[in-house]
């Protein structure tokens, strides 16, 4: 109303300036103008304050997106940053591996080629004592190899007497035999191993049960091939099994019979294998 009011008064002073005598008609149509040019010039100063209003809220909501823009050019920064650094420590990471696995490889091959060469020579010394043996294996030695081991099985009337740990003349004889290869094999440890059947030993003066005759039987052994054939102790070991690794379950005599043995395993020694894998 304000702004109406200056231009009425405007109006009516520049009527009063002039001398120009107007008509009623005439008068009322400059009235009509007055208002509305008025009333243009409230509805602009409207519009004028609700765009002042609009650009307000746009420039704070641009400074808010500016600030968000900002922020989530930081964290693209920092995730390429850690990308190159993740893909710097793969690189290394996956050659390290890479070396790893090729030192494992060549160290497994290594193995395999002693496992083999094990195999080799196990087998060679088996055909060599089959063949140095051949006259003993229908008396009951047999030998085998099982493991990448040799086993030299001998039963217990091939060695002893019944209910005896002193070996009889034909069992020297076979195990004469048997230590004359051992002695040109010196990278072969022995191991011998008593076996009992389950029948419960009696009347054998300080022998208690089992486990004593399958321990002393194979000592026995084993002081005939260090003292008698001349192998040397540090390459050769006695152990008693007793009843409890028999080749056959059922009771029968003969099956019994096949129990009670002596068994002299032969090995190669695995030192540069145990290195390899340590």
């Known amino acids: 109303m304000k702004v109406k009011s200056l231009l009425a008064l405007a109006f009516s002073l520049l009527l009063m300036s002039s001398c120009v005598v107007m008509s009623k008609k005439k008068y009322q149509k400059l009235l009509s103008d007055q208002d509305s040019l008025a009333n243009g010039w409230s509805t602009a100063q409207v519009k004028i304050e609700s765009l002042e209003e609009e650009l307000t809220r ?36 996956i050659n390290r591996l890479s070396e790893d696995l090729k030192r494992r490889e060549q160290r497994l091959k290594e193995v395999e080629e002693m496992i083999r060469k094990r ?52 069992g020297k004889q076979a195990l004469h035999e048997l230590a004359v290869i051992l002695n040109t094999q010196p990278e072969i440890n022995i191991a011998v191993e008593g076996h009992t059947d389950n029948q419960r030993v009696v009347n054998l003066g300080q022998i208690k049960d089992n486990w004593d005759l399958s321990v002393l039987r194979a000592t026995s052994v084993v002081r005939f091939l260090t003292v008698d054939e001349k192998i040397s102790p540090n390459r050769i070991m006695a152990t008693g099994k007793g009843e409890f690794q028999p080749i056959s379950t059922d009771n029968s005599a003969e099956s019994r019979s096949k129990n009670r043995r002596i068994e002299i395993v032969l090995s190669p020694k695995l030192d540069e294998l145990f290195n390899l894998l340590n």
Not at 70 to 91: I, P, Q
């Open 58 to 93: 746009l420039k704070r909501d641009t400074a808010i997106l500016n600030q968000k823009v900002n922020s989530l050019n930081g964290e693209l920064a920092d995730l390429r940053g850690n990308y190159s650094t993740l893909r710097s420590n793969s690189s290394s990471e």
């Open 119 to 170: 195999d080799e020579a196990s087998n060679a010394l088996k055909n060599k004592l089959q063949k140095a043996l051949l006259g003993f294996q229908d008396k009951g030695l047999t030998v085998e190899m099982r493991d990448g081991k040799v086993y030299v099985s001998l039963t217990d009337k091939l060695l002893f007497a019944s209910g005896s740990i002193v070996i009889d003349e034909r």
